[in-house]
């Protein structure tokens, strides 16, 4: 037998124990000097003890070791097979009622030639007759459409009508309705999401990126006004009176940022806000423009990783969010992947992938004659043709990285978007912390636990 080749070995977590990490089950195991060198060995000859011969049995139920590479292949198969679902038993639908903005953030791609199409009356009605029967035809108990922009507050009408309607359908059919807005937070406004939560369960996600220096710096309005203390507002007064609500906080930074966005966590905890926010976190800003791709982000990858650690250690020390949100609870098979999930653009064009909406050469079909070719971004499994990825211990949950944010960047479908150095790193930080939290508490940490 053999280790599986997702199967991280991290060296030392305390001097002579060591942690094999399985990626596709996201389980840990610690093993001293001696089993981690017989482990080693394993793959020439069998285990030379009673105790070696238990140690293999255990590890090799558990996954982290395998008959070979063929075996290694099918628990990558059946991980993307379960992976592909999605949210169990969930449609899930990215809307964007518009794509026009009421901010021109510096780093968007569209802040130069904003624009200004909004969804028509009949593209929405048609929108919503296609989401529906796309709930009938995978037979999914529950619908969650996610409106997004643009700036989707911009047309709180269209949000109004068609929540209502989806969620009178959903009812009707004996299923559930929920949603989510992703915002800039201009005009969020509590009396509207109550609205909303009368029809279901929803999710509001705002962003601000870092204190209100660098924010204004970088989300500014078209006269380059500052918007941070308008958003910061938006997210106070949410948290205080929209009782249900599951609130999440974005951001997007710039390598080095690290401080600004501890200042703007101390500015959370003084308004109040401990224990409000559901989730938070941060990821480097999005440039179509990098070398590096969409949702990779900018240039630097290793200051880039530097400041993704840092600012991720100051989130979980603080303990502000209801829920610790790490590197590994993000990575997870990328929407494009999933078969009950759809994103939906302002002329009614279909997309596998939110980063290329509105581009309608890599569309895969219309609301009006569904779904027409398959996507053309993954199609060819761009993954099976880097020859890095095959030996990638991330794989499972990479499936290729941003492949839409690195086909904005440059042209072309069928590319992948490396980040193995974020990976490595985050991967790393976060899975010792896990294990020595476990297992190497003090007895009054654990007493307080």
């Known amino acids: 037998m053999q280790i599986s080749r997702f199967v991280i070995t991290y060296r030392d977590a305390v001097p002579g124990e060591h942690v094999l990490y399985d990626v596709v089950t996201d389980t840990y195991v610690g093993v001293d000097d001696t089993l981690l060198g017989a482990v080693g060995s394993w793959r020439q000859s069998p285990p030379q003890t009673p105790g070696e011969k238990e140690a293999q049995a255990s590890l090799a139920e558990l996954g982290f070791l395998v008959e070979g590479r063929a075996a290694d292949d099918e628990r990558l198969a059946a991980f993307w097979n379960q992976a592909r679902e999605g949210i169990p038993g969930t449609m899930y639908v990215t809307w964007l009622p518009t794509l026009a903005c009421n901010l021109a953030c510096t780093y968007c791609f569209q802040k130069d030639h904003p624009a200004t199409g909004h969804m028509s009356a009949e593209t929405e009605a048609a929108t919503v007759d296609f989401i529906l029967r796309q709930v009938e035809e995978a037979g999914t108990p529950r619908l969650l459409v996610h409106f997004i922009g643009g700036e989707p507050l911009t047309r709180k009408d269209l949000i109004r009508r068609s929540a209502r309607a989806l969620a009178d359908a959903m009812a009707g059919r004996g299923g559930t309705f929920a949603w989510e807005i992703t ?208 030996t990638c211990a991330f794989l499972p949950v990479c499936g290729g990285g941003c492949i839409g944010g690195r086909y904005l960047q440059t042209g072309r479908a069928g590319e992948v978007l490396c980040r193995l150095e974020q990976f490595e790193t985050s991967f790393r930080e976060e899975v010792l912390s896990r294990y020595l939290a476990e297992f190497h508490r003090s007895d009054d940490e654990k007493e307080a636990a």
């Open 183 to 390: 915002t800039n937070g201009i005009g969020l406004e509590p009396s509207f999401v109550n609205e909303l939560l009368a029809l279901g369960a929803g999710t509001v996600k705002l962003t601000l990126d870092g204190d209100a220096e660098t924010h204004d710096a970088a989300r500014v309005y078209r006269n380059g006004k500052g918007s941070f203390e308008e958003v910061f507002r938006a997210l106070t007064a949410v948290a205080g009176e929209c009782p249900g609500l599951t609130l999440r906080l974005g951001g997007n930074f710039r390598s080095g940022q690290a401080s600004s966005y501890e200042r703007l966590l101390d500015r959370m905890e003084a308004a109040g806000l401990r224990g409000q926010v559901d989730e938070i976190r941060f990821k480097p800003v999005i440039d179509a423009g990098s070398p590096q791709g969409g949702c990779g982000g900018c240039g630097d990858v290793k200051a880039e990783t530097e400041t993704l650690v840092q600012i991720g250690r100051a989130v979980q020390q603080r303990g502000l969010g209801k829920k610790p949100v790490g590197a590994i609870d993000s990575a997870t098979l990328c929407e494009i992947h999933w078969k009950n999930a759809w994103v939906i653009d302002p002329e009614g064009r279909l997309y596998k992938c939110l980063d290329v909406a509105g581009r309608a050469e890599v569309s895969v079909g219309t609301v009006r004659d569904g779904q027409r070719r398959e996507d053309p971004l993954t199609v060819g499994r761009p993954w099976e043709s880097h020859p890095p990825c095959a």
